[in-house]
């Protein structure tokens, strides 16, 4: 035998286990195509999130400007209905088009997809952390399993074929034999092929009886037909008995009892599924674990209002920075006396669309004042003199969350305008000279940052700090008293609250402010004292008031 013939023998045996295997070899289905519409009312990248989502799932995702762009390339403007969408879905040859839209004051995400030529019914998922895995996951687990109901399933095809004409057309033109639809005739005809099966492959007969046997049974269940119309169940029965075959061949195909075929076979031959509500997120996800309570709207590190009111106490020590002299003045001091505490915080924004950037922005106000409050001149000691003594602040405040639940903590950046007044009432006294108290008036801004961390579901710790730039002082700077200053201070609290419900907290906290004066020595108490203007007798003074605060603060 020559060199040649051997080469041929063996290419020709080559080529015959090649088509022997081609028939056995593996099949592969490709994947679901679905296109996902902008979602309405996202303002802060849902829309990215979920597209990513989905993409490390099994479906093939058509998203974000590749949508938009076929959207105005068909002028589909406003809601989209049943017709545009499937024009969208044959402009991107997708599968199915998954609709979204954000509900703001619900906090949750609604889809709706599109397949088949109608829209399924909606369904909703609840947004906590938008950035966790486990938010991930529940939005490609619920999704590709609504998209695996609407969707009909595609025949794998084998290995190594070619394709047929319309293969990747979407699946609501193909019906149940996607893969076959160029190449095998109209569904109804399926039973006259089972017939012909049978009749070639000896190892079918078995099937086909066992499905004879089946659509005998359920004949009695047809409607009977007129003595003239035989021939006109004869479709019917093949149907049947065609049905029935592929029941029998694959009695343990997973899902095929909940597929429609195209001929709307009944739904009773497969097991009966307990109906769900619209916002089910998906087959079989009560046997699952429940995802964790996601952040309400206005949790209470998110509140978009708060108002709080409660009591307070306060007390003052003013100390000069004198030399020492015969006429030196004298510090003071008192201690703590009780008062009233209100304040509240407003964020705008936050009521509408908490998740927006924009709902960071919001504006804030407290005022205290003390309730009783007297001194005694030393030269009039049977005078008592009443006191006030108040503070009060306004100013815009943006609050950072790191997180979306009710246990992230925040950080708020503030500035704003404030007032502390101390004024003795000397009204009672013979002589205003018999006091040595200067009065205080100051007026400053008061740039600052506060923290908030949340320790559990009840107690959180609130830490807070503020510069004080004083740009008036009051009474304290005349020309009569110790003259101009230039005053720095800082004011710094410390607490504890605890949530009571939802909506209703308790707040106990250590507060503390100290002002620092140093005189500029044009005032006639700061350098003649001594009685010689000459020196400088009262070079400053330290301003410090010290205190707590219990209140009780309703959010929203």
Not at 96 to 108: C, L
Not at 417 to 440: E, M
Request: charge should be positive; proline fraction near 6%; charged fraction near 25%.
């Amino acid at each position: 035998m020559t060199r040649s013939l051997r080469l041929l023998m063996l290419l020709g045996l080559t080529a015959a286990a090649i088509a022997v295997a081609l028939p056995v070899a593996p099949a592969f289905a490709r994947p679901t195509k679905v296109a996902l519409t902008q979602i309405t009312g996202d303002t802060t990248g849902l829309g990215k999130t979920v597209a990513g989502a989905l993409e490390e799932g099994e479906l093939e995702v058509v998203a974000g400007k590749q949508v938009t762009r076929a959207i105005d390339r068909l002028g589909l403007t406003g809601a989209l209905g049943d017709r545009d969408l499937a024009k969208l879905a044959d402009e991107l040859e997708v599968d199915a088009v998954v609709k979204g839209a954000f509900d703001r004051r619900g906090h949750r995400l609604r889809f709706t997809v599109f397949a088949g030529g109608k829209q399924g019914k909606p369904f909703s998922l609840p947004v906590g952390n938008a950035g966790s895995d486990k938010f991930r996951q529940l939005v490609r687990t619920t999704v590709e399993a609504r998209v695996a109901q609407a969707v009909p399933k595609r025949r794998a095809r084998p290995a190594g074929s070619e394709a047929v004409a319309g293969d990747d057309a979407p699946a609501r033109h193909k019906g149940k034999q996607a893969d076959e639809a160029a190449a095998a005739p109209p569904a109804r005809h399926k039973g006259k092929q089972a017939d012909e099966v049978a009749e070639q492959d000896p190892a079918a007969r078995p099937r086909a009886r066992k499905a004879d046997e089946v659509a005998d049974a359920a004949e009695p269940a047809r409607p009977r037909h007129k003595a003239g119309d035989a021939d006109a169940t004869e479709p019917d029965r093949r149907k049947a008995r065609t049905d029935a075959a592929d029941s029998a061949d694959e009695p343990t195909r997973p899902g095929k009892a909940a597929r429609a075929s195209d001929d709307d076979a009944p739904a009773a031959a497969g097991p009966k599924v307990a109906a769900r509500d619209d916002d089910d997120p998906a087959p079989g996800a009560h046997a699952q674990a429940e995802p964790a309570a996601p952040a309400t709207a206005h949790s209470a590190n998110l509140a978009a209002l708060r108002v709080e009111i409660g009591g307070s106490m306060a007390g003052r020590s003013l100390r000069f920075d004198t030399r020492s002299f015969a006429g030196s003045p004298r510090s003071y001091r008192n201690a703590p006396v009780p008062g009233a505490r209100a304040g509240g915080e407003l964020y705008p924004v936050a009521l509408i669309a908490p998740t927006s950037w924009l709902a960071g922005f919001g504006v804030a106000a407290d005022y205290d004042r003390t309730l009783s409050l007297t001194l005694r001149a030393s030269n009039e000691m049977t005078v008592p003199l009443a006191i006030t003594e108040r503070h009060s602040s306004f100013g815009v405040r943006y609050r950072l969350a790191f997180g979306h639940a009710p246990t992230s903590p925040t950080l708020t950046l503030g500035a704003g305008y404030g007032a502390r007044r101390f004024a003795v009432d000397r009204s009672g006294l013979q002589s205003a000279s018999s006091l040595d108290l200067p009065d205080v008036d100051y007026r400053m801004f008061d740039p600052g940052v506060a923290f908030r961390l949340p320790l559990g579901g009840h107690v959180a710790v609130t830490l807070a700090g503020q510069g004080l730039l004083v740009t008036s002082t009051g009474p304290i700077q005349r020309a009569d008293q110790y003259g101009a200053a230039r005053v720095l201070g800082g004011t710094a609290s410390a607490g504890v609250e605890l949530r009571v419900n939802e909506r209703l907290a308790i707040r106990v906290a250590a507060e503390a402010t100290q002002l620092s004066l140093a005189f500029s020595g044009n005032g006639m108490l700061a350098t003649s004292r001594d009685g010689d203007p000459s020196t400088v007798d009262v070079r400053g003074a330290t301003d410090r008031y010290y205190g707590g605060v219990a209140t009780a603060a309703v959010t929203y």
